[in-house]
């Protein structure tokens, strides 16, 4: 997505996180900060900390009352990460080697858990007035990612997942943040709880779509997404994908192949091969335009002025066409 809107908060975050991070130096004895500099360097969308400081910004024409939930969210965002490439055995993060290779599982634990203080660290420079709104929204959603999480494990061991409790799976794992960062931006700017309300509706949606997406991108999306392809398949990972494709004469394919670990080539090519017969990719394209309409619904209702309204509509538009 290239928005004018997009870069100009992207830089205005960027700065304030170099700022933020001065005080937690690489060079610390320790070497705890280590891991979280060069994971923040690897760069990303800086999707959640945008969105929450163009919530605010559409909520009262000023982004900056926002900067401590956008900082919170994306210190969150990469906690997560760091501990879920743990947790899948990930060797790729953006194209490059992920924490718990490079420094070890330990380490990569501990600065992870340093990163979740961090954004708690963050979060309290959050206005007085609004601080009690933006915590119960911030706990809330760190609890919930940690169950989705958890869900997304536990799958992994089932062969009877329904796409009902797919989507709930990644609801909880991925859209509850995103939809929490815009609710956080417009409560930092002073927002009613109704209109908070609004945003997560919006955000949730969008969430799902992006979730979706990265399913089909982990599976179907080359060399230009820069991780590991073909790592929920690896891992079994019960996916829209997986899950359309069990349903069907297909699905003899994913069962044999469950639980190998041989042969990881064959074992994606296999399945790769096995879901675009059973049309799997079509299917999770439909639901993830499904998801983006009902975005674009709620936002409708929001009422916003010409700029917002284009961004976050286009924000909405932007999951189904990103390449990584």
């Known amino acids: 997505m290239n928005h004018p809107m997009l870069s100009r908060l992207r830089e205005v975050f960027d700065a304030r996180l170099s700022d933020f991070l001065k005080d937690y130096p690489e060079d610390d004895v320790a070497g705890i900060y280590n891991p979280i500099h060069y994971l923040l360097a690897l760069g990303g969308k800086r999707l959640r900390p945008v969105v929450a400081l163009a919530a605010a910004e559409a909520e009262s024409d000023d982004a900056f009352p926002a900067l401590p939930v956008a900082m919170a969210v994306e210190l969150f965002h990469n906690f997560t990460l760091m501990h879920d490439d743990i947790m899948d055995a990930a060797p790729l993060r953006r194209g490059k080697q992920t924490v718990h290779l490079k420094w070890g599982e330990n380490a990569a634990i501990l600065s992870g858990d340093t990163m979740y203080t961090l954004a708690n660290v963050a979060l309290a420079e959050t206005r007085n007035a609004e601080y009690s709104a ?16 958890q869900l997304d494990i536990s799958f992994e061991n089932r062969n009877d997942v329904t796409l009902g409790e797919y989507i709930e799976m990644i609801r909880l794992k991925t859209s509850v943040l995103l939809a ?3 609710a956080m931006g417009a409560a930092a700017a002073g927002a009613d709880e109704e209109r908070q309300k609004a945003w997560y509706r919006f955000g949730e949606q969008v969430g799902l779509a992006f979730q979706i997406q990265d399913d089909l ?3 179907f999306g080359g060399d230009v997404v820069g991780k590991q392809i073909g790592g929920d398949i690896l891992a079994d990972k019960k996916t829209h994908l997986w899950i359309h494709t069990l349903a069907g004469r297909e699905g003899d394919v994913l069962r044999r192949w469950e639980g190998l670990a041989s042969n990881p080539d064959e074992k994606i090519e296999s399945i790769r091969n096995a879901m675009l017969s059973a049309g799997a990719d079509e299917v999770a394209r439909t639901a993830m335009h499904g998801h983006v309409e009902a975005a674009c619904a709620e936002l409708e209702k929001m009422n916003l002025n010409a700029d917002h309204d284009a961004f976050f509509r286009g924000i909405a538009l932007h999951v189904v066409e990103r390449v990584s």
């Open 217 to 219: 991108l982990d599976t």
């Open 134 to 149: 933006v915590a119960k929204w911030f706990h809330r959603t760190a609890l919930e990612v940690c169950l989705g999480q």
């Open 180 to 182: 929490a960062s815009m």
